[in-house]
T-cell receptor, first 111, second 112 residues
Framework: SQTIHQWPATLVQPVGSPLSLECTVE??????LYWYRQAAGRGLQLLFY??????ISSEVPQNLSASRPQDRQFILSSKKLLLSDSGFYLC??????????FGPGTRLTVT | AQTVTQSQPEMSVQEAETVTLSCTYD???????LFWYKQPPSRQMILVIR??????QNATENRFSVNFQKAAKSFSLKISDSQLGDTAMYFC?????????FGIGTKLQVIP
């Protein structure tokens, strides 16, 4: 069966510091991968999605970036965090159109 | 672009009772799926139920069922025999070919 991992689970970072969140999927190959952000009490905002290694589509222009160095690895990064980057970050995967499965999430607090 | 609207920010239901969460959507696509996801306090997003747009029969998963009205672009979720573990945020979602669009969620509280 497929599993998706995210780490770290919780992160507290100062403003201006770099960020690296990692997501890996097991049990499938060539999945579509997605990064979402969920602000407190809000819905999910799609940040990036990838349909293959090195292929990244950005949905929202901001100081975040994403990379997919391996088939089942998706990384969310920032060179300098802003206070507004605080939130809950969810990674998701799909291996067929339409349906997505989510990881456990990372709670990021920028201080 | 697709939009998903959930007009009920919060709802409550007595344990063992039935509750219906509303969702409407807008799209020009013909092939799509609709989903309800549950996000309990742990914040893990869990797929509750899916509906294929080309199927007229409403999907059912145990105590969860949907009322899919394609012409009206309506997709409501009915939870029967509500349990305390059903307390969560519920997100309606529209699934296009590569992306899924989510509503802002309905917070459901099951009262003992």
């Amino acid at each position: 069966s497929q599993t998706i991992h995210q780490w770290p689970a919780t992160l507290v970072q100062p403003v201006g510091s770099p960020l690296s969140l990692e997501c890996t999927v097991e049990g499938t190959s060539n999945p579509n991968l997605y990064w979402y952000r969920q602000a407190a009490g809000r819905g999910l905002q799609l940040l990036f999605y990838s349909v293959g290694i090195g292929q990244i589509s950005s949905e929202v222009p901001q100081n975040l970036s994403a990379s997919r160095p391996q088939d089942r690895q998706f990384i969310l990064s920032s060179k300098k965090l802003l206070l507004s980057d605080s939130g809950f970050y969810l990674c998701a995967w799909s291996d067929r159109p339409y349906e997505q499965y989510f990881g456990p999430g990372t709670r990021l607090t920028v201080t | 672009a697709q939009t998903v609207t959930q007009s009920q920010p919060e709802m409550s239901v007595q344990e063992a009772e039935t509750v219906t969460l509303s969702c409407t959507y807008d799209t020009s696509e013909n092939n799509y799926y609709l989903f309800w996801y549950k996000q309990p306090p742990s914040r893990q997003m869990i797929l509750v139920i899916r509906q294929e747009a080309y199927k007229q029969q409403n999907a059912t998963e145990n105590r969860f069922s949907v009322n899919f009205q394609k012409a009206a672009k309506s997709f409501s979720l009915k939870i029967s025999d509500s349990q305390l573990g059903d307390t969560a945020m519920y997100f309606c979602a529209f699934g296009g070919y590569q992306k899924v669009t989510f509503g802002i969620g309905t917070k459901l509280q099951v009262i003992p």
